[in-house]
């Protein structure tokens, strides 16, 4: 965590043209290194192929990319297990290939945000290093979370608390002389010890840490966990098991304390004094859209993902709720919502929606892209979704590397008590091209298999096609950028059959029919884009099922 910069930078690096408060109605496209595009043959993604495919980004119409973790890492976690912030890992490249792709996204109009992992580090950090060396109370154990075991030889966890991952959140050390020591707490794998924010040095390096990466010229960060950093005092029981399914549904212990705000707001008054609208964007999980609006009060960061729109059924009645809850919360504290269908975390939404029957998922995310695209706010794209690319669900067991596939296998509780284990799914690598042993996506092959379908999902199989699901993405991302009453602004709710959602933009109307079966309505005006082909009779149109279009008016 001490290694300094070495690339140089200019005195007054390219930015995008200034545009305050852009991350308001921004669309933020998610790069998933290892899996996006790899330039050296090894199989993994790296930065300098991110840097080689951003064109791609800017022809399709996004305002920043988000990278997932390049740091250098063990990768026990995908790059979630820092060993060194400061440093690239060489799997993805080289502090240059860093500074390169800043300097060509800013040269294309493209922002950068990077990911910052504050709730843990890898067990193979320096500090966790020598806190393992140290006895008992040291100063170096401080850093991060050590108690003493329960039992009458300490040899029963501190506590109760589980990992997300599955099993217990504590693991116990040797010491140096070959004796069970103490526990350490790590609500993720065991190579993922968590930090102790109540400690002064933590907090100093992590502001150090951003500062490091504002100075090379990044625009943001995602910070992930940012719900997690601090921890009830004491450390209480939780009560009950399948501590992972109350994530998200209430306040827990080890996940959104009030303590965590105070730290937002030290990063806040960081970022503002760096020039740019640099931004913080918080990975929070809370039980409400009122919780969740507190990681975005004028003084904390600029934006939070939005996952209760993200785990929303297909129902009209239940998306509307939700997209009201979520515009009323984030709008008392004057702060933009964020739509994000998708992740690296989470099955991909042509799959999720696709239990009504065959080509249904497609023709509903496909649907869903339009509608969130329509609502006020910023937006969030998970790579590969303007391909339309669904869950590969049949990834033989010995290609897996999700560490929750193992801990839950090895402890035979097939995931109930953690999470499912089967994130490698949506990280399969991105098909460029019709052929080739990767579509494209490297010289090498691909660390994960790609289904020989993915080669008409591929870019240059879909570029063209009007009816392709990436030139769907381009046009949409287009009329959002021409049309002023998209993005921020407000929004009104029109009256429309059950099962059908229609709202109005300043200038727009946008209609969602989420039924089995086409919907007839008064024609709203004229037709921009559609999901699905139209079809009109006298003076109305009739809207095919699990579609969205979009009305100038």
């Given at each position: 965590?001490t290694?300094?910069l070495?690339?140089?930078?200019?005195?007054?690096?390219v930015r995008?043209?200034?545009?305050?408060?852009?991350?308001?109605?921004?669309?933020?496209?998610?790069?998933?290194?290892?899996?996006?595009?790899?330039?050296?043959?090894?199989?993994?993604?790296?930065?300098?192929?991110?840097?080689?495919?951003?064109?791609?980004?800017?022809?399709?119409?996004?305002?920043?990319?988000?990278?997932?973790?390049?740091y250098?890492s063990?990768q026990a976690?995908?790059?979630?297990?820092?060993?060194?912030?400061?440093?690239?890992?060489?799997?993805?490249?080289?502090?240059?290939?860093?500074?390169?792709?800043?300097?060509?996204?800013?040269?294309?109009?493209?922002r950068?945000?990077?990911?910052?992992v504050?709730?843990?580090?890898?067990?193979?950090?320096?500090?966790?290093?020598?806190?393992?060396?140290?006895?008992?109370?040291g100063?170096?154990?401080?850093?991060?979370?050590f108690r003493?075991?329960?039992?009458?030889?300490?040899?029963?966890?501190?506590?109760?608390?589980?990992?997300?991952?599955?099993?217990?959140?504590?693991?116990r050390t040797?010491?140096?002389?070959?004796?069970?020591?103490e526990?350490?707490?790590?609500?993720?794998?065991?190579?993922?010890?968590?930090?102790?924010?109540?400690?002064?040095?933590?907090?100093?390096?992590?502001?150090?840490?951003?500062?490091?990466?504002?100075?090379?010229?990044?625009?943001?960060?995602r910070?992930?966990?940012?719900?997690?950093?601090?921890?009830?005092?004491?450390?209480?029981?939780?009560?009950?098991?399948?501590?992972?399914?109350?994530?998200?549904?209430?306040v827990?212990p080890?996940?959104?304390?009030?303590?965590?705000?105070?730290?937002?707001?030290?990063?806040?008054?960081?970022?503002?004094?760096?020039p740019?609208?640099?931004?913080?964007?918080?990975?929070?999980?809370?039980?409400?859209?009122?919780?969740?609006?507190?990681?975005?009060?004028p003084?904390?960061?600029?934006?939070?993902?939005?996952?209760?729109?993200?785990?929303?059924?297909?129902?009209?009645?239940?998306?509307?709720?939700?997209?009201?809850e979520?515009?009323?919360?984030?709008?008392?504290?004057?702060?933009?919502?964020?739509?994000?269908?998708?992740n690296h975390?989470?099955?991909?939404?042509?799959?999720?929606?696709?239990?009504?029957?065959?080509?249904?998922?497609?023709?509903?995310?496909?649907?869903?892209?339009?509608?969130?695209?329509?609502?006020?706010?910023?937006?969030y794209?998970?790579?590969?979704?303007?391909?339309?690319?669904?869950?590969?669900?049949?990834?033989?067991?010995?290609?897996?590397?999700?560490?929750?596939?193992?801990?839950?296998?090895?402890d035979?509780q097939?995931g109930?008590?953690?999470?499912?284990?089967?994130?490698d799914?949506?990280?399969?690598?991105?098909?460029?091209?019709?052929?080739?042993?990767?579509?494209?996506?490297?010289?090498?092959?691909?660390?994960l298999?790609?289904?020989?379908?993915?080669?008409g999902?591929?870019?240059?199989?879909?570029?063209?096609?009007?009816?392709?699901?990436?030139?769907?993405?381009?046009?949409?991302?287009?009329?959002r950028?021409?049309?002023?009453?998209?993005?921020?602004g407000?929004?009104?709710w029109?009256?429309?059959?059950?099962?059908?959602?229609?709202?109005?933009r300043?200038?727009?109307?946008?209609?969602?029919?989420?039924?089995?079966?086409?919907?007839?309505?008064?024609?709203?005006?004229?037709?921009?884009?559609?999901?699905?082909?139209?079809?009109?009779?006298?003076?109305?149109?009739?809207?095919p099922?699990?579609?969205?279009?979009?009305?100038?008016?």
């Open positions: 965590m290694q300094e070495t690339t140089s930078l200019p005195t007054e690096p995008p043209s200034e545009s305050p408060g852009w991350w308001r109605d921004a669309v933020i496209y998610q790069v998933y290194v290892r899996s996006f595009a790899d330039s050296d043959g090894d199989g993994i993604g790296d930065l300098r192929g991110v840097r080689e495919r951003l064109p791609h980004l800017a022809g399709l119409g996004v305002d920043a990319v988000w990278l997932t973790p390049f250098a063990p976690d995908g790059g979630y297990d820092v060993a060194d912030y400061r440093t690239v890992d060489p799997l993805f490249g080289t502090l240059g290939d860093a500074d390169d792709l800043v300097r060509t996204a800013h040269e294309l109009g493209l950068v945000i990077v990911d910052v504050p709730n843990h580090s890898s067990d193979q950090h320096p500090w966790f290093r020598e806190a393992l060396a140290d006895r008992p109370g100063a170096a154990r401080t850093r991060y979370h003493r075991g329960r039992g009458v030889h300490g040899e029963l966890p501190p506590n109760d608390w589980e990992s997300v991952f599955g099993g217990p959140a504590w693991t040797t010491d140096p002389d070959g004796t069970p020591g526990w350490y707490l790590h609500l993720f794998a065991p190579e993922q010890p968590d930090l102790n924010w109540d400690s002064s040095e933590v907090r100093a390096e992590f502001d150090s840490v951003l500062r490091f990466w504002l100075d090379l010229g990044v625009d943001g960060f910070i992930d966990v940012a719900h997690g950093m601090v921890k009830a005092a004491g450390l209480p029981d939780i009560g009950r098991t399948e501590q992972a399914k109350l994530i998200g549904s209430q827990l080890f996940f959104d304390q009030d303590g965590v705000h105070e730290i937002h707001r030290s990063w806040r008054r960081l970022l503002d004094s760096y740019g609208d640099r931004i913080g964007v918080a990975e929070a999980w809370a039980p409400t859209s009122e919780r969740l609006a507190l990681y975005v009060r003084d904390e960061l600029h934006q939070a993902f939005n996952f209760q729109f993200l785990k929303c059924p297909w129902d009209a009645a239940a998306m509307r709720q939700v997209i009201d979520s515009l009323a919360a984030t709008g008392s504290v004057g702060a933009p919502t964020t739509w994000v269908l998708s975390d989470v099955v991909r939404h042509t799959t999720r929606y696709a239990d009504g029957g065959p080509g249904r998922g497609l023709a509903r995310a496909r649907a869903a892209a339009l509608l969130t695209l329509a609502l006020p706010g910023s937006s794209l998970y790579q590969g979704e303007e391909l339309g690319l669904p869950e590969v669900t049949d990834l033989p067991d010995e290609l897996r590397q999700d560490p929750a596939f193992f801990r839950t296998s090895a035979g097939d109930q008590d953690g999470q499912d284990g089967f994130r799914g949506c990280r399969v690598p991105l098909p460029w091209t019709r052929s080739g042993d990767s579509y494209g996506f490297g010289p090498g092959g691909s660390w298999p790609q289904p020989d379908a993915w080669s999902l591929s870019v240059e199989a879909q570029t063209g096609d009007p009816g392709s699901t990436l030139e769907l993405y381009r046009g949409a991302l287009a009329l950028r021409e049309l002023p009453g998209l993005g921020d407000p929004m009104s029109l009256q429309a059959p059950a099962g059908v959602l229609a709202l109005s300043p200038g727009l109307v946008c209609t969602l029919n989420t039924l089995a079966e086409e919907v007839e309505l008064p024609v709203p005006g004229r037709a921009l884009l559609s999901s699905a082909p139209l079809s009109y009779g006298a003076g109305t149109v009739r809207i099922p699990d579609s969205c279009a979009w009305w100038a008016i």
